[in-house]
């Protein structure tokens, strides 16, 4: 069936070997706030005490139903409209955000390139550094080893010193991402990491992503920019309102989805 | 790009039939697990889950010292604000509740009694403050990064505990000063801080659940903290209207964990003062318990936070 014809159209993909199973998946999170009234401040008493859910929760059901396989090999970019639920999937595969109701497995732990949300901002680029390399698990030498490397992909000199919130933001997401690329992983997912910076950063970025690639097995990459996906991925899925719209060819999807958007 | 659009194969109608599918109609499950693949967002068994939290140790050090720079990053004074906030308060505890009050009455050395009280009670109030925002306040972090969720609590404990280790410094100068002389006693400090820190932790974790389900405590919070603070016997010792309550709150008081372990050092720093024995047995029953029950409660819980 389907299976059959994919394979013949990308090439790199190794059926035999798959990383990433994905099993009728709903994700749902909760949204506390943000509208509506909550009533006054008895009756949210009220309802604490009766146990029950506060109108200002909402529900955001942004996943619903996706199924897919990813094998090695594999560069996979998710493409669809803001809010289609791209994000979210991908916070799922990696573990980070529990599933409503489905399955999921991966070969060892998938891994979001998210590392920014351990650093701190008033702290230096060096510190920061350091405390981004534990924060993905590694050890105090690995991090020592790694840190030459990191620094000088970021390129950013003598302002590793300063505190990171005097960076401009393109040197922060240099930054950002020379962190989180410095570790290898099996499966590695990016979400909208080479929207910042400039061309430059960004061609060592795309060479440093089919490196890891290369290394790792499948990269997932969220991206709004088509040509990023047709540039460095294999396949794309096209997700509309958390379903998947259409799985294939990079180009094919990237196509499809230009001719319906434009 | 912009050529007819290759109606895809695939292009399906229900979202679960999209995926190019396990091959020979098995389950993907099975195929899944014929891969070695492994289930996802699953909360590992204990012991891996410990050990998995022991190899966090150098990241939970480094956030905690990280965290504890960056809180005083804006102020021009930098570090010397960890010291300058206990005394601080201290002041104000005095002058109201020594100068204004006259809440000294049956207390000799109350200047060294009411900074010893506010100091470590502040340790607990804290630590049990900052273990109900640990997962709530961080769930950018959670959505983020893999790392046992237990890391957090356990880091901010740590930054109280660190804070602690200076108000320590300040407390002992202070009873110094008002006259204590330095004994053997002394060394009892560390064990009542070791029982007083496994407390705090085991707390820290329980409220991390209880903030990550019900993010409202956070404004409760603030209540219950300062009702325990004035139950737990900081600004006077609680002796002086417990014989007037019934036996029930009377043990109550006594038992009462954030009073025990400022009860102990009390004991250990000022002359005037003798503790019972069973004040040891108590903080020793609530280091334990409490840690223990507190781990397990938050790891029960391991794989539901990120949901938010």
């Known amino acids: 069936m389907a299976v059959a014809e994919q394979a013949a159209t990308t090439v790199e993909r190794d059926l035999s070997s798959p990383t990433v199973v994905v099993d009728d998946l709903h994700v749902i999170y909760r949204v506390l706030g943000g509208g509506g009234a909550t009533g006054s401040g008895s009756t949210a008493l009220s309802r604490l005490v009766r146990r029950q859910r506060s109108p200002g929760v909402r529900e955001v059901h942004a996943v619903r139903g996706v199924s897919l396989t990813s094998y090695r090999g594999e560069a996979i970019g998710l493409i669809g409209r803001n809010g289609s639920g791209k994000s979210t999937l991908l916070r799922a595969i990696a573990g980070l955000l529990p599933p409503a109701s489905g399955r999921i497995f991966s070969e060892g732990q998938a891994s979001l390139l998210g590392v920014h949300a351990a650093l701190m901002n008033d702290l230096s680029g060096e510190r920061n550094v350091y405390l981004g390399c534990l924060a993905m698990g590694m050890t105090p030498a690995e991090a020592r080893d790694a840190y030459d490397d990191i620094v000088d992909f970021a390129g950013i000199g003598e302002f590793i010193s300063f505190p990171m919130r005097t960076y401009s933001s393109g040197m922060s997401a240099r930054l950002r991402f020379a962190i989180a690329a410095a570790r290898s992983h099996n499966v590695l997912m990016i979400d909208e990491a080479l929207a910042t910076g400039d061309a430059e950063f960004r061609r060592k970025s795309e060479q440093r992503i089919k490196d890891l690639r290369d290394k790792s097995g499948t990269v997932f990459l969220v991206s709004h920019s088509l040509g990023v996906v047709t540039a460095t991925c294999s396949r794309a899925i096209w997700l509309d309102k958390g379903l998947i719209r259409m799985d294939g060819p990079a180009d094919e999807v990237v196509a499809a989805y230009s001719a319906e958007t434009s | ?308």
């Open chain 2, 1 to 308: 790009m912009d050529s007819v659009a290759p109606v895809s194969p695939v292009v399906p109608d229900e979202g679960r039939d999209a995926a190019p599918t396990p091959p020979d109609g098995e389950s993907a499950a099975d195929f899944a697990i014929r891969h070695g693949l492994q289930p996802v967002a699953t909360r590992p068994p204990l012991r891996p889950y410990i050990s998995q939290l022991w190899g966090r140790r150098s990241f939970i050090v480094s956030f905690a010292s990280s965290r504890n720079i960056a809180t005083f990053a804006h102020a021009r004074l930098g570090q010397i604000w960890q010291l300058l906030t206990p005394l601080l308060n201290a002041a104000v505890y005095y002058l109201l509740f020594g100068l204004l009050l006259q809440a000294n009455r049956g207390v000799e050395n109350y200047e060294a009694f009411l900074i010893i009280g506010v100091f470590v009670f502040t340790y607990t109030q804290r630590s049990v403050h900052s273990g109900t925002v640990a997962i709530s306040g961080n769930l950018n972090m959670i959505r983020a990064l893999h790392f046992p969720r237990a890391t957090l609590p356990l880091a901010f404990t740590l930054i109280e505990l660190q804070q602690l280790m200076v108000s320590v410094m300040v407390m002992l100068a202070i009873v110094l000063v008002t006259g204590e002389p330095v004994t053997w006693a002394w060394l009892l400090l560390l064990p009542i801080l070791l029982l007083q820190t496994m407390f705090n932790t085991g707390a820290s974790l329980a409220m991390a659940r209880v903030g990550a389900r019900y993010p409202d405590i956070r404004q409760l919070l603030p209540f219950m903290l300062r009702a325990w603070l004035y139950v737990s016997g900081v600004f006077y010792s609680v002796d002086q209207f417990a014989d007037r309550t019934p036996r029930l709150v009377q043990v109550a008081l006594e038992a009462n964990p954030g009073g025990v372990y400022l009860e102990l050092v009390r004991g250990a720093l000022l002359r005037e003062l003798s503790v019972p024995g069973q004040v040891w047995a108590y903080a020793v029953g609530w280091a334990v318990v409490v840690l223990l029950a507190g781990f397990w409660y938050f790891y029960r819980a391991e794989e539901t936070y990120g949901r938010g």
